[in-house]
């Protein structure tokens, strides 16, 4: 993989990713170019939008850090970064953990046992 | 499918409940919980703006519990697609909760490998984005 050229990327968090792939087309976009790497005007021929308005959805999803650019002569190749979907996968990965740790916090709050302090 | 173990200083008897009483579901996972233990009844809970919403498929007290899990808004994860089963094992005073949430129905797509995508949206109902 080549560097991406273009404005450098910082590292958006979970929340960017998140509001990012809210939108419906955003997550069309990145199925298109999961597996191949598209121009803009092959991607926009998928959608009933506006080149504008797929330019900026193209543009919200290189700030989460979703997408490649590539230029190649005067075109604008983009690509899945499907490593920037790591963080994601790790908290989605401690979604259940959390909520049962909150789980035992609530029902030991509601039941404090009494009798670990009694001889038996 | 994510297999998540806790062990609770409470009996099973005690424990069950928090998956099938509103008031009690409510005091550790999302904001508001429409719940109707029996089979076939709704699983339905809040988180911020998104939601789950499922039915429940067995309601064993206080053995065990499985109910389907899904996103209304999100044809990726439409409810009742994935199921989550929850298995409460008494061990001394104590239960161990195994809970387990399965798949996430084949994807449309054979080559979307991970299913990212479903995940995601699962995600965004849980960080009630």
């Given at each position: 993989m080549t560097p991406e050229?273009?404005?450098?990327e910082a590292p958006a968090g979970p929340d960017v990713v998140l509001r990012a792939l809210a939108d419906p087309h955003r997550r069309q976009i990145l199925r298109l170019v999961q597996h191949a790497e598209l121009p803009a005007g092959q991607i926009a021929a998928h959608f009933d939008l506006t080149q504008q308005a797929v330019s900026q959805h193209l543009t919200v999803l290189k700030r989460a850090g979703l997408l490649a650019e590539r230029r190649a002569g005067t075109r604008?190749?983009?690509s899945l970064r499907s490593e920037s979907l790591q963080p994601l996968r790790t908290l989605l990965d401690e979604f259940w953990p959390d909520a049962l740790g909150r789980l035992k916090?609530?029902?030991e709050r509601a039941h404090p046992r009494t009798e670990r302090r009694r001889p038996t | 499918m994510i297999s998540v173990s806790v062990?609770?200083?409470a009996p099973p008897a005690?424990?069950?409940?928090y998956f099938t009483d509103p008031q009690l579901m409510v005091t550790w996972i999302g904001e508001r919980a429409d719940l109707d233990a029996q089979p076939g009844g709704t699983f339905a809970i809040d988180f911020g703006g998104t939601s789950a919403r499922g039915s429940y498929l067995a309601v064993?007290?206080?053995?065990?519990?499985v109910f389907t899990w899904g996103i209304p808004q999100d044809?990726?994860?439409?409810p009742g697609s994935s199921t989550v089963e929850v298995v409460f094992v008494a061990d001394g005073g104590d239960t161990i909760v195994n809970l387990t949430h399965r798949d996430l129905p084949p994807d449309r797509e054979p080559s979307h490998r991970e299913g990212w995508e479903r995940c995601l949206a699962v995600l965004a109902a849980a960080v009630g984005q």
């Open positions: 050229p273009g404005e450098p604008r190749l983009y916090q609530s029902v | 062990r609770i200083a005690v424990v069950f409940p064993e007290p206080p053995h065990r519990v044809a990726t994860l439409p």
